[in-house]
């Protein structure tokens, strides 16, 4: 990852390849926003909008730096109307700004820093935008256009103490986003069940985070229907892996669950070939669980945390389970499947029962559980349900953090769509709030503890262009909103 340092030096002996500067709004065009150092005669000499330069959020222009700075280009990032710059708005410019000097070696950022807030967001939004996914590129193309090496925010702030802890935050957050980009981004004939779960082993070294993989035998002998009834179809066993971060003197116990489908076909209920080609994302909940709590231990949060990752792989073949057939999750509760391709609340259900047998403070799962929510959402804005006071602090976390979700109700009248003649419950019901019905399937096995549910089916994957710091492919959302909410949890 890109190395992060803070500097409050004079931007006329400040070296480095690329100086970035905000753009803001005004009645009269565009206009260069203020910061400490820049001098007068180092702005260009003609009217910004003549050059073609926006101020819409994001929005990145290039121009010479000229002789006054020690930058070799100077780099104008758009953040909008000057009286609605937020947090999240420096963070997204930043990251953009970052984002498109791939391949540039050194960058120093120079936007707004009014306070920590701000410095913390321009810096996590730096080290987001400086990201790629290199793994399966050959000869040049493997090393072209690879992040920025060394990032400087440029901040009067610099030499604050709640600074440098700001900044190392930023590092071990944008790590974990990172992480859960790689692996949503690894194709699935090399992240299968059995290879996440060694990933998750090597990954946790040195963390002080225990890690238990459970087999296809010992899911067996415990119980666990519903990894066993997806994984049936492939050739490649499902896994339960239990993560656990327990400091001394934790102030709270909270159980992370994540699905994690390394790929879906829909099984015998098969999906249309269009349907398929992003479905090696469908174990980003799993990926994001696991850095979460990675990232937990690294930052030495007073918080107990205890992830499952709820891995299998869900394919059509001779051994795969059929619509009609029924399975016992976790605890004994009967599920008639009749639908295969609504499998990523089967395998949470028993991640879900196994959470609770632990007595948890409380519980979240995390999942790109449904095609409802990016209908009713799109795809930049995840959902959550659960328990009000779990869903307003997951709400309030996202918040701060800078992530998108919106809160969804639970029903009661949608259950009944999913009674069964011959079982305890059936795994689908009302097509129309497809994404309540299946909250309310996983509020079966939730049990009795606060608990909140977060579909993040869409933002998992950009499948469009790159926008702000969110790159194409796997965008780790969800992390940030995790770790904000056990950090919460800390203070309580």
Request: aromatic share 4%; net charge negative.
């Amino acid at each position: 990852m890109s190395d992060l340092t803070f500097t409050s030096r004079d931007l006329r002996s400040l070296r480095t390849d690329a100086l970035v500067v905000g753009v803001t709004s005004t009645s009269g065009g565009p206009r260069l926003v203020s910061v400490d150092g820049f001098p007068d005669s180092a702005r260009p000499g003609v009217d910004l909008e003549l050059l073609g330069v926006s101020a819409d959020v994001c929005s990145v222009s290039r121009v010479p730096a000229g002789t006054e700075l020690g930058a070799d280009v100077l780099v104008l990032v758009g953040l909008g109307a000057a009286d609605r710059v937020t947090p999240e708005t420096l963070r997204r410019a930043a990251g953009a700004a970052v984002r498109s000097l791939a391949g540039v070696p050194s960058v120093a950022v120079a936007l707004p820093t009014a306070d920590e807030a701000d410095v913390a967001a321009v810096a996590e939004g730096a080290l987001l935008g400086a990201y790629a996914f290199r793994t399966y590129r050959t000869g040049d193309a493997a090393t072209s256009g690879s992040p920025v090496e060394a990032i400087q925010v440029v901040t009067p702030l610099a030499r604050q103490s709640s600074v440098k802890k700001a900044g190392e935050r930023a590092a071990v957050v944008a790590a974990a986003v990172h992480g859960t980009r790689d692996l949503v981004n690894t194709a699935p004939n090399d992240l299968f069940p059995a290879a996440f779960a060694d990933i998750a082993k090597a990954s946790a070294k040195g963390t002080g985070v225990k890690v238990t993989v459970l087999d296809e035998k010992a899911l067996a002998a415990g119980g666990y229907g519903g990894l066993l009834g997806v994984g049936l179809g492939s050739s490649r066993g499902p896994r339960l892996v239990k993560l656990s971060y327990a400091p001394s003197r934790a102030k709270a116990k909270v159980a992370l669950v994540g699905k994690g489908i390394t790929f879906d076909s829909g099984g015998i209920s098969i999906k249309p070939a269009k349907g398929m080609e992003a479905m090696k994302s469908d174990m980003a909940g799993a990926a994001a669980v696991l850095h979460t709590v990675l990232a937990a231990a690294r930052l030495g949060l007073p918080v107990a945390v205890t992830g499952w990752l709820c891995l299998a792989e869900n394919m059509p073949s001779g051994t795969a389970q059929r619509p009609s057939d029924v399975i016992t999750i976790r605890g004994g509760k009967t599920v008639e499947v009749l639908n295969t391709d609504a499998e990523g609340r089967l395998v949470l259900a028993d991640g879900l029962v196994a959470a609770g047998e632990e007595n948890p403070d409380v519980i979240l799962d995390v999942a790109t559980l449904t095609g409802a929510q990016m209908v009713a959402l799109g795809n930049r804005v995840s959902a959550v349900m659960g328990s009000e006071d779990v869903r307003t602090a997951v709400l309030e976390a996202a918040e701060r953090t800078g992530e998108q979700f919106w809160p969804m109700p639970l029903p009661e009248e949608l259950r009944a769509s999913m009674d069964s003649p011959v079982a305890d419950i059936a795994n689908i019901g009302e097509r129309f709030g497809g994404m309540l019905v299946a909250g309310l399937f996983l509020k079966e096995f939730a049990g009795d503890f606060p608990w909140a549910h977060l579909d993040i089916a869409g933002p998992s994957f950009n499948e469009g262009t790159a926008h702000g710091y969110t790159p194409v492919g796997g965008t780790g959302v969800a992390v940030r909103t995790l770790v904000g909410f056990l950090e919460s949890h800390a203070t309580r």
